[in-house]
């Protein structure tokens, strides 16, 4: 009897520990990807034509999503990660381009392919892309993001 109050307290404190210490943390990191999304679905392409107010949403709702992906990958626990090395999500690059995209809105000067490549780019390092990029696209992608993180770092 005293043998099954002790294992079931056990078991209840594992359960505790692996749904508070694991599941709600990536389950707070697979909701923060999904609103990313959800921001460059619904503001990557909001131009200099737009309205001031809608601009301010845009660049407001692509930097919170920028911040959010960035909290993801340095301030989880290590459980977080190695779910999102396994999954193989690029948080960093994710939002480095959310930035770039957030630098575009309600700016003149930027076609919609160069924000397509962007709004790519993320679908690529969220690994949401499966679905409606082709093989070929994802390849041009990875491309040039390496051509633009050589340039980056290359000294002049």
């Known amino acids: 009897m005293v043998d099954n109050i002790i294992s079931l307290a056990i ?3 594992l359960g505790w ?27 990557s392409f909001v131009g200099g034509a737009a309205r001031d107010e809608r601009i301010r949403e845009a660049r407001a709702a692509l930097n919170e999503a920028a911040s959010s992906l960035r909290s993801i990958s340095r301030g ?14 690029d948080q960093e690059a994710a939002a480095n ?3 770039t995209l957030h630098n575009m809105t309600g700016q003149y000067g930027y076609d919609d392919k160069e924000r397509q490549l962007q ?11 499966k679905q409606h990029l082709s093989r070929e696209r994802v390849d041009e992608i990875k491309s040039q ?8 770092e290359a000294k002049f």
């Not at 694991?22 to 921001?39: E, H, N, T, V, Y």
């Open 17 to 43: 520990l692996a749904t508070n210490w694991i599941g709600k943390p990536i389950s707070d990191a697979r909701d923060k990807r999904i609103k990313a999304l959800q921001a460059v679905e619904q503001n």
């Open 76 to 89: 989880h626990g290590w459980p977080v990660r190695l779910y999102c090395r396994f999954a193989r999500y």
């Open 11 to 13: 078991g209840a404190v």
């Open 119 to 129: 709004v790519d780019a993320i679908y690529v390092f969220l690994r949401a892309h």
């Open 145 to 152: 993001v390496e051509r633009e993180k050589r340039l980056s």
């Open 97 to 99: 381009c959310l930035i």
